[in-house]
């Protein structure tokens, strides 16, 4: 997925990392679902983006933004972890509510 087609509209270099950033969390949630055993891999994660902060060199920062773009792609999960009461979820619409409907005389029996 390249940065153009992510974003549905422009957004600063900022805005972008910052993007990155929180999908690659996300990713590697994918890949361990209890938290205290991703909490490892999140700071590993902060710690390669950190080591980049420097980089001023617009190409040096191009060729790092479409490395990480692709490791993204390439460690992608099969079945991503969606939350059960989200769409797609195991949960999702269980147990809704009646429907709200205007009182009709003709279902009351005198």
Known sequence: MSATNFAKYPV????YVKQLYRRSLKLSL???????IWRQKALEIRERFEANRS???SYELKRILEEAEEELEHYRHPE???????PGGSKY???LPPPIVPYIKKFIIH
């Open 12 to 15: 600063t270099h900022q805005q």
């Open 30 to 36: 994918d890949w361990y679902g209890f938290r205290n």
């Open 55 to 57: 980089v001023t060199s």
């Open 80 to 86: 991503p972890y969606k939350f059960p009461t989200a």
């Open 93 to 95: 619409e269980r147990n």
